[in-house]
């Protein structure tokens, strides 16, 4: 493995639940995964797989009450981010781990103008001078390939488009070149021209700033295109680890397999269609009443007896390719 | 596949701007804007492009959801563009809508079955038993079970909710449905399984569909042709297979290298266009695509391309390919 001062994020059996009226929620069950410098990670997995959830435990955002981390370590350039109070958390968010999210326009602030939200974020950690701090916003959106720099900075949201608005927060979110960022479906609400023009960006950026990167997305696409280790979730667990082209190759865990049969893909020469695609029956599980077993038994075409029973751990099938199924040898020959 | 269904005939929607205390007009929104496009029995007519293309628009106009401000709309061809409400009523039978989002367009506080059963109430052609019967059948071709239809709205899944708003288009046995992004709220995995359901109906039923997505990869799998819409206007239109294989316009080629193939070894995320999308308000002279193309030329400034044959039902609308019947703009 990597040497250990390469690694900028560690994160060990992370646990994170939230207390509501019908019972305890495993949003985050018992996750670990790594982050080295320059880096990207994806987090793949549907709507309550709790790859958003996993986000904001990183960045100790989660609403409490009512939910709470409950186990586990996250390690940041070596410091236990759980061990820290608030006020040093704060000196650590924004500076050393930063975060974008889905929607711009609802994580701008809408009556400040671009380059004083920049100068915030930056006078908060340096020492600058807030002449100094207007530089290096400029510069920020200089480094986004916004136009005109200068002048946008003294606009409002409003007036920036979808993408201006996403590049602004991206700005943000680096200037203070943090160790890891965050990007949260970070061009989900773009259109896909836009999308292309926005992870570009973030890939350059990141091969520019040797910044690690946790990409939370849905889209198989965007993983391929961007990542070089994937994790996929599946009722707040991690059910598979690998490289890339180890996962897009030899999906380990039915799940996995099953998702990547069932998106249509786009007419490529050398890249044979589907004539049907293929169906994961049933629906995601709800989180307060999780089966026994494995929470994906019930809608997989492999499950045994013992699925219904015991979780499955994650083992190793060579090569750092983590799969949690009890019958994740057949899966290749079987799905 | 040869009898034309549904014939548009330069189509346009335009929308006043109004501002100031006088609400007067400052400027209109060309929302759609000269579209012609036919559409064949059995067929599926893919309708893609980016946010504030359009394309929905172009939807509801179809159904006479929103008034053209010019056009024509043939159905079966009968002229349905100017008809009266009362005239349009018999016509609105062969012509159905499932939306994009299954929360906001059922209604909670009726049940899944009076849901499904309300258009052949409306339109008198069940009542009672009968009406229970082929409610019935219709969540069973949907995929449902008939004693769901006591269940509300909120009691279904995102899935089970899109079914619904099947089974409700599906009532009076139409001709065309036009969908408009019906998959796009829906996770993966539940994706697949409405797309294979809207396939299996069409193949039973033989209706056509008018399909509008913005995920290309989705209105490749279920269209049998494709039009690509920009700032109101049809740049592009073609079969499946020939778009896919042999995109003509500057446009189409951006759209499809911005699309990520789920496939790491075919590393090609090239984004071939740079800015946004000019707004509708106020749109480029000329190509409207001239402000973002790598081809542009000082023509394309001023002349409006038209939308011509290229050969095989292949239709292109930028100047470099007038009339060559030939891709020049591969690079």
């Given amino acids: ?335 | 596949m040869t009898e034309v269904l549904l014939e548009v005939t330069d189509l346009k929607k335009h929308y006043p701007v109004r501002a100031g205390v006088l609400r007067r007009q400052v400027g209109t929104v060309h929302s759609v804007d000269g579209v012609s496009f036919c559409l064949h029995a059995g067929e599926t007519l893919g309708l893609v492009g980016e946010s504030g293309c359009g394309k929905s628009t172009v939807a509801r106009s179809v159904l006479r959801l929103v008034e053209p401000t010019s056009g024509q709309i043939r159905l079966d061809g009968k002229d349905i563009t100017h008809l009266s409400k009362t005239a349009l009523r018999p016509h609105r039978r062969s012509m159905q809508i499932v939306f994009q989002d299954p929360f906001a367009s059922l209604n909670p506080r009726m049940t899944a079955g009076d849901i499904v059963g309300e258009p052949l109430a409306v339109h008198g052609l069940a009542s009672g038993k009968e009406l229970e019967a082929r409610v019935a059948r219709l969540f069973e071709q949907v995929g449902l079970r008939p004693d769901q239809m006591r269940n509300f709205p909120h009691q279904f899944s995102g899935g089970q909710r899109q079914r619904i708003c099947i089974a409700r288009a599906l009532a009076l046995g139409p001709r065309l449905i036009v969908c408009d992004e019906p998959v796009s709220a829906l996770d993966v995995s539940i994706q697949a399984q409405v797309i294979n359901l809207l396939i299996d109906l069409q193949r039973q039923h033989g209706f056509s569909y008018l399909f509008i997505a913005h995920d290309l990869a989705v209105v490749a799998h279920i269209s049998h042709r494709v039009a690509v819409m920009y700032l109101g206007r049809i740049v592009e239109i073609a079969g499946k297979d020939e778009l896919f294989r042999n995109p003509r316009h500057p446009y189409t080629q951006a759209l499809l290298a911005s699309v990520p193939i789920a496939n790491p070894l075919a590393k090609r995320l090239t984004p071939l266009v740079d800015g946004d999308v000019p707004s509708p308000v106020n749109p480029p002279p000329g190509c409207a695509f001239h402000t973002r193309c790598r081809f542009a030329m000082e023509r394309c400034k001023t002349e409006r391309p038209a939308l011509l044959e290229t050969g095989d039902g292949h239709q292109v609308a930028c100047l470099l390919n007038e009339g060559t019947g030939r891709s020049n703009t591969i690079s």
């Fill in chain 1, 1 to 335: 493995m990597a040497d250990k001062s390469d690694l900028v994020l560690d994160v060990r059996n992370l646990q994170t639940v939230f207390f509501t009226n019908s019972g305890l929620f495993r949003a985050v069950d018992d996750v670990s995964f790594t982050v080295k410098r320059g880096e990207t990670l994806a987090i793949v997995g549907e709507s309550g797989c709790g790859k958003s959830v996993t986000a904001l435990s990183l960045m100790r955002l989660v609403p409490d009450p009512p939910g709470r981390i409950v186990g586990g370590s996250i390690s940041l350039e070596g410091t236990d981010l759980l061990a820290l109070d608030e006020a040093e958390m704060r000196a650590v968010r924004g500076n050393r781990i930063s975060m974008i999210f889905q929607e711009p326009m609802t994580s701008l602030n809408p009556v400040m103008r671009i380059g004083d939200q920049i100068v915030e974020a930056v006078r908060l950690h340096r020492k600058l001078s807030s002449k100094e701090a207007g530089d290096v916003a400029v510069e920020m959106l200089r480094l986004v390939r916004i136009p005109e720099p200068a002048r946008r900075a003294r606009e409002y949201p409003h007036q920036l488009s979808g993408g201006m608005r996403q590049r602004a927060m991206i700005a943000m979110a680096l200037a203070c070149r943090p160790a890891l960022l965050i990007a949260d479906e970070p061009t989900t609400a773009l259109d896909v021209t836009i999308q292309a023009q926005i992870l570009a960006l973030i890939l350059d950026l990141q091969k520019e700033l040797g910044t690690g990167l946790v990409l939370i997305t849905h889209d198989l696409g965007v993983v391929a295109q961007t990542a070089q280790r994937v994790i996929v979730m599946y009722a707040g667990r991690k059910v598979e680890e690998a490289s890339v082209e180890a996962l897009f190759a030899a999906p380990k865990h039915p799940y996995t397999r099953g998702l990547m049969a069932s998106i249509p893909v786009v007419p490529t020469p050398g890249i044979a269609a589907p004539a049907r695609l293929n169906e994961i029956p049933g629906t995601v599980p709800s989180l307060v009443r999780l089966p026994r077993g494995c929470a994906f038994a019930p809608r997989c075409k492999l499950a045994i007896k013992r699925c219904e029973a015991e979780y499955p751990p994650l083992a190793d099938w060579g090569g750092g390719h983590l799969a949690a199924c009890w019958r994740a040898e057949e899966v290749a020959e079987v799905a």
